[in-house]
């Protein structure tokens, strides 16, 4: 029996169809899933905190209210995620607990601090423009409730990616003092932007079955050129310069020739010993304990509800 379903499972992933909850799936195809959409749920959540940072300091009443709008986005990305990986078998609270301590990864790209309103340009142009690059190709994961819910995400991402630029392009027409703040933010988001696509492909033990299962369409390494390569025009129309002295298009081996990326800060990062690693999972754990009484009362009024209709 075991066959015939492994058989069947192999036919639909074959036929680019997709699996959906109640089928049958190898276990390592399930852990696997919940893995990746826990850590992208995390990395949504946690996501949060780096431009959490500006709303009560934004410039105007319009960034405010675009910022605004993009957290809470983010917050929704997440819930919408943390859905898709419960389908998996897991429950909310026991991802929520293995990020609370410290044993779950989420995005690198979170841990880095946003000293300066050019920050937030910076992240939706670079750190949202490289997650669209990441999550368009999903849409198409072989698993039904992740690949639906990367449809309704990547169209909000656009809006994150877009309100980032324009920030970035009102600071570069501005003074001289804004326009260093912009170069600044970028300098210090482009590398770490480049890192979000993962290890290079020799270095990726997940890669191989995420791709023979279409959960991954694109290798990490084809992702992060396509991206320098949607990044090169838009650096060019904001008149930022993207800091790497190598960068370069190599006609003959058709790809971007850049200068070696620092593995080793992505792995200290990763290990937990980024700048701000400590500060966001402190935050995280605060927001859990402050916000206990909320699941408490929530609970208790469905015991009520639910006593109220058996009664
Ligand atoms: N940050 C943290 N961990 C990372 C990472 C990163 N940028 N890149 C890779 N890793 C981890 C992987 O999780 C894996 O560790 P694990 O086996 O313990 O999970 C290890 O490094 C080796 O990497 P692999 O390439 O083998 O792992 P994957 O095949 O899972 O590829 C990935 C990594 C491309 C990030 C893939 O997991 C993925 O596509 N994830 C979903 C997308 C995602 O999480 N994006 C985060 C972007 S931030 C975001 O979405 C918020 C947006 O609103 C800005």
Redesign the pocket.
């Known amino acids: 029996a075991e066959a015939e379903a492994q058989a069947r499972f192999d036919e639909i992933i074959a036929a680019d169809s997709r699996i959906e909850p109640r089928d049958w799936m190898p276990e390592a195809y399930r852990k696997?899933l919940i893995?990746?959409?826990a850590?992208?749920a995390h990395?949504?959540i946690i996501?949060m905190q780096p431009e959490g940072n500006w709303i009560t300091r934004a410039p105007s009443l319009k960034r405010k209210a675009i910022l605004l709008a993009k957290v809470q986005?983010?917050a929704g990305?997440g819930l919408y995620l943390y859905s898709a990986a419960q389908t998996l078998g897991i429950t909310r609270e026991e991802m929520t607990q293995q990020l609370i301590d410290g044993k779950a990864?989420?995005?690198?790209?979170?841990n880095y601090p946003t000293p300066t309103w050019a920050d937030m340009g910076a992240?939706g142009w670079l750190?949202?423009g490289?997650?669209i690059c990441?999550?368009v190709p999903?849409c198409r994961a072989s698993y039904g409730p992740y690949g639906r819910a990367m449809v309704r995400?990547c169209k909000e991402?656009s809006f994150?990616q877009r309100q980032g630029f324009e920030i970035l392009l009102t600071l570069m027409r501005g003074t001289e003092a804004q326009q260093r703040m912009a170069q600044d933010a970028v300098n210090r988001w482009y590398w770490p932007s480049l890192?979000?696509?993962?290890?290079p492909d020799d270095?990726?033990?997940?890669?191989a079955r995420?791709t023979a299962w279409k959960i991954?369409r694109f290798s990490?390494d084809d992702?992060r050129q396509r991206f320098i390569g949607m990044l090169v025009p838009q650096a060019e129309a904001l008149g930022v310069t993207l800091p790497d002295p190598e960068l370069r298009w190599d006609a003959e081996n058709e790809r971007w020739h850049t200068s070696e990326i620092d593995w080793s800060e992505?792995y200290e990062?990763?290990a937990g010993r980024g700048p701000m690693n400590a500060v966001r999972l402190q935050n995280r754990r605060d927001a859990h304990e402050s916000g206990a009484w909320v699941r408490e009362a929530a609970a208790a009024y469905a015991r009520t509800q639910a006593a109220r209709s058996d009664g």
């Open positions: 696997t893995r990746q959409i850590q992208h990395s949504e996501g986005d983010e990305h990864k989420y995005s690198s790209i979170f992240i750190v949202d490289a997650a990441n999550q999903l995400i991402e994150h890192m979000m696509f993962g290890p270095e990726s033990p997940n890669s995420s991954k990490n992702l992505f990062v990763l």
